[in-house]
């Protein structure tokens, strides 16, 4: 298989939220649903940080002080919805000139219902030691710990 044959990850699940409030939690909130383990700082993750505009920055904070970039927001339709650069590359490392793309989909399926479709594309242009199949995981957890907060 070369490389640009690698396969997005792909996630359909179920919130018994409403459209807006699961685009919100997913993008205001995500603070305080993704997990403290799953970051690229060198001291304790403090604060994961989505701002809410294209062009904004997505990053985390950490107590140290520091602050990780982790990519930046490609497109912003609220609340149907949101497209991510995701810019850490297979060894863990943030990398300004990688971008692949994080799309989120916030499909109504009745007032308090909504599919949300996740798609993490072009993972071909990583490279290095990231198994992609351990990045599939580990998203199927985070989205897992989203739909929970999402729910409350």
Same mark, same amino acid.
């Not at 700082?41 to 990780?68: A, M, Q, Y």
């Not at 909504?114 to 995981?137: C, P, Q």
């Given at each position: 298989? &070369?490389?640009?044959?690698?396969? !997005? ?5 179920? @919130? #018994?939220?409403?459209?807006?409030? $699961? ?7 995500? &603070?305080?649903?993704? +997990? %403290?383990?799953?970051?690229? %700082?060198?001291? !304790? ?10 062009? =904004? ?7 140290? =002080?520091?602050?990780? *970039?982790?990519?930046? @927001?490609?497109?912003?339709? +609220?609340?149907?919805?949101?497209? /991510? $650069?995701? #810019?850490?590359? %297979?060894?863990? #490392?943030? *990398? +300004? *000139?990688?971008?692949?793309? @994080?799309?989120?989909?916030?499909? !109504?399926?009745? +007032? ?15 490279? =290095?030691?990231?198994?992609? $199949?351990?990045? *599939?995981? =580990? ?5 897992? /710990?989203?739909? $929970?907060?999402?729910?409350?």
């Amino acid at each position: 298989m &070369n490389n640009q044959e690698i396969p !997005p990850i792909k996630k359909d699940l179920i @919130v #018994q939220a409403s459209q807006m409030t $699961a685009f919100n939690v997913f993008t205001n909130k995500m &603070n305080s649903w993704w +997990p %403290g383990t799953y970051h690229i %700082g060198k001291s !304790p993750l403090i604060e994961s940080v989505l701002e809410p505009f294209v062009n =904004g920055r997505w990053f985390t904070l950490h107590e140290d =002080g520091s602050r990780c *970039d982790v990519g930046y @927001v490609i497109e912003w339709t +609220p609340y149907s919805f949101v497209a /991510l $650069a995701w #810019q850490i590359n %297979g060894t863990y #490392q943030y *990398d +300004p *000139d990688l971008i692949t793309e @994080v799309e989120v989909h916030f499909i !109504p399926e009745g +007032p308090k219902t909504t599919r949300v479709k996740f798609e993490h594309k072009n993972l071909w242009r990583m490279i =290095g030691d990231k198994s992609i $199949a351990d990045m *599939d995981y =580990g998203w199927g957890l985070i989205l897992q /710990l989203y739909k $929970a907060r999402a729910e409350l």
